[in-house]
T-cell receptor, first 111, second 112 residues
Framework: GQNIDQPTEMTATEGAIVQINCTYQTSGFNGLFWYQQHAGEAPTFLSYNVLDGLEEKGRFSSFLSRSKGYSYLLLKELQMKDSASYLCAVRDPTGANNLFFGTGTRLTVIP | DADVTQTPRNRITKTGKRIMLECSQTKGHDRMYWYRQDPGLGLRLIYYSFDVKDINKGEISDGYSVSRQAQAKFSLSLESAIPNQTALYFC???????????FGEGSRLTVL
């Protein structure tokens, strides 16, 4: 089975840096994804990690440690529009390659 | 226009009614999915299809059925709706990188 844990809620200040953690326990591993979901909207793809290390994409970075079953999403220079839920998902290692999602972390950015 | 379109966007129905949610896409993707999202439970996979002749059950398929009418169309049916099927339903597609999903805008279903 799959077990994915993320904090339920976080609050951070505009202009600051925030780190959203995700731990997972899976029967195998074939990639980890982060999605952003604004309230009332569809999730949108942010990042993908399959090897250990940091992937940087503008203000957003995602880190993976496969040995620790751990990932984080780092958001720099926070903006009010970054207030959203951030969903961690692991890819099913079987042939289907489907995603299993965590329950998401709701980030609130305050002035 | 959205690449992945869901209809209806909102629906209120009664217990026992048959409901169909429709999804169409213009991305040319072979893989299509139906998820439901509930507060505190996250996104859970209902059914998925890798081409017109391939339909597979996901984590929570009981009470649901699907039809892949064409590469671009994937519909979800609730044969006899019940209140605990009240949720936000998302259709999604994926292309060559499995796991990079493109979601529709969602269909909010309320079963009274």
């Amino acid at each position: 089975g799959q077990n994915i844990d993320q904090p339920t809620e976080m609050t951070a200040t505009e202009g600051a840096i925030v780190q959203i953690n995700c731990t997972y326990q899976t029967s195998g591993f074939n990639g980890l994804f982060w999605y952003q979901q604004h309230a009332g909207e569809a999730p949108t793809f942010l990042s993908y990690n399959v090897l250990d290390g940091l992937e940087e994409k503008g203000r957003f970075s995602s880190f993976l440690s496969r040995s620790k079953g751990y990932s984080y999403l780092l958001l720099k220079e926070l903006q009010m529009k970054d207030s959203a839920s951030y969903l961690c998902a692991v890819r099913d290692p079987t042939g289907a390659n489907n995603l299993f999602f965590g329950t998401g972390t709701r980030l609130t950015v305050i002035p | 226009d959205a690449d992945v379109t869901q209809t209806p966007r909102n629906r209120i129905t009664k217990t026992g009614k048959r409901i169909m949610l429709e999804c169409s896409q213009t991305k040319g993707h072979d893989r299509m999915y139906w998820y439901r999202q509930d507060p505190g439970l996250g996104l859970r996979l209902i059914y998925y299809s890798f081409d017109v002749k391939d339909i597979n059950k996901g984590e929570i398929s009981d009470g649901y059925s699907v039809s892949r009418q064409a590469q671009a169309k994937f519909s979800l049916s609730l044969e006899s709706a019940i209140p605990n099927q009240t949720a936000l339903y998302f259709c999604a597609t994926s292309g060559t990188r499995a796991g990079e999903l493109f979601f529709g805008e969602g269909s909010r279903l309320t079963v009274l």
